[in-house]
C-alpha cells in the first residue's frame, strides 16, 4: 500500500487509450471512444473479483457512501450506526443524507464491537454502517446477524479493506451494499474514485442513476434518458477508470506482498513481552494494509510511538491524536461546524457529541499503533526496520 507505488506501462497504456479518443466522459460519444469503456470495463471486472452481482464506479470513496445510502432510503431523521474510528467521511456521508450518525464503541478488531451496537439501536435506527477499518474485517457475521433480526440495512465502509476477505468472501459483499475508495493512498488507485457493490439489482440501478443526476441510462441519447428521481453528479472519468482497471489486475500481487512483508515484521515484534496485536476473525483474509499493535497503557504507546519516530520508522500512526480518523479530535463535529447552517430538524436530532461516553473505545485506541505497510520495501528494507522497531522497544 499504496498501488501508486506500482505505477508503471500498464497504467500508461490505459491512460493513453483515452488520451487517444479523446472522450474523457465515461457515457455516450460510442463512436469517437472506439470501444473504450474504461468505467464499464473496470466495474465489469471488479464485480467479477468481489463476487458481487453488480458494480457501479463513481468519483471517491465518500460518494459511494451517499450513493448507497440513497440507494438503501437512508434518509431525514433516520439513525445510522456508526464506528468513532474511521476517516470523517462515513460521518459526512450520513449528515449528507440528512440521517442521523449514532456511534457505538469498536473493540480490540479496531472495528465496530457487536455488544455496543446492539446497545444502541433504537426505533429510529435504519441502518449499521461498519467500516472494515486499517484493511482487516469487523465481525461482520455478527454484525450481519444483529442487522438481520432487527430489520435493518448493512451497508459497509470496505474503503481501506479491498481485497479482504472473511472466510473467503470479499469485504463489501456481506451488506445490502458496499463501498470501496480508490483515492491517492488506497492499496489500488485511481487517484479519485470509488464503488458500490451489491447483488440487488433494484439498489444498483437506483445508485446508477443517483450517481448521475437521475438519468436511468436507458437508450443511446442522452438527451432523451428519463430522471426518475433526483440525483448528484458522482460520476468518474474515463482517465481515473483508466489507472483503476490497470491497478485492478495488480491485486492480487499488491496483497501477495503486503501480507509477506507485515508477516515478516509481525514475527519479529512477537518476541517483544509487552507487544499485542490487532484482533483478527480471519487472518488469512487480512489485505495487510496495517500492522496494528498494543501496548499495556497510553503512557508506554507515546513512549513507543516517540521511540520508533526518532529511530527513523517511518509510516506508524498513533491514530488516538489523529485529527482526521478518530472521533477525539474531531471538534467540528461535536460542536457542529458547518460551512452554512445545518438544518434545524436534523440539528434537534443529534445526540449531544461533545458529551459523548466513548470510553471503551479510548482504552482501545490510546494503547494502538498502526504502521503501514508498503509495498517497495526490499527484504533488506524489511529487515532494517525489524532492527530499528525491535531496538526502539525492547525496554519500553
Known sequence: MPGFEWFGEEERKEVQDVLNTGVLFRYGFDAARKDHWKAKTFEDRLARRMGAAHALLCSSGTAALSIALSACGVGAGDEVIVPPFTFIATIEAVLNAGAVPVFADIDETLCLDPASVKAVVTSRTKAVLPVHMCGAMARID?????????????????????????????????????????????????????????????????????????????????????????????????????????????????????????????????????????????????????????????????????????????????????????????????NLRAAARLPVSLVENLPDYRNLDLEKSDHIMNRMISMQIKLAWTKEEVERRIEKMTGAMRNI
Open 142 to 334: 455478527e454484525i450481519k446477524e444483529i442487522c438481520t433480526r432487527n430489520g435493518l440495512i448493512l451497508i459497509e465502509d470496505a474503503c481501506q479493506a479491498v481485497g479482504g476477505t472473511y472466510r473467503g468472501k470479499a469485504l463489501g459483499t456481506f451488506g445490502h451494499m458496499g463501498c470501496f475508495s480508490f483515492d491517492a493512498v488506497k492499496t489500488i488507485t485511481c487517484g479519485e474514485g470509488g464503488a458500490v457493490v451489491t447483488d440487488d439489482k433494484d439498489r444498483y440501478l437506483t445508485a446508477d442513476a443517483v450517481a448521475d443526476h437521475g438519468h436511468d441510462h436507458i437508450g443511446k441519447d442522452r438527451g432523451l434518458e428519463n430522471h426518475p428521481f433526483l440525483g448528484f453528479n458522482y460520476r468518474i472519468s474515463e482517465l481515473n477508470a483508466a489507472v483503476g482497471v490497470a491497478q485492478l489486475e495488480k491485486l492480487d500481487r499488491i496483497l501477495d506482498v503486503q501480507r509477506n512483508n507485515k508477516g515478516a515484521i509481525k514475527s519479529a515484534l512477537k518476541n517483544l513481552g509487552r507487544v499485542s496485536f490487532r484482533s483478527l476473525p480471519d487472518e488469512q483474509g487480512d489485505s495487510a494494509t496495517f500492522l496494528s499493535f498494543f501496548l499495556p497503557d497510553e503512557a508506554r504507546t507515546r513512549t513507543a510511538a516517540a521511540k520508533l519516530a526518532e529511530a527513523g520508522v517511518d509510516g506508524c500512526f498513533y491514530w488516538y491524536d489523529n485529527l482526521w480518523h478518530y472521533f477525539r479530535r474531531w471538534d467540528h463535529l461535536k
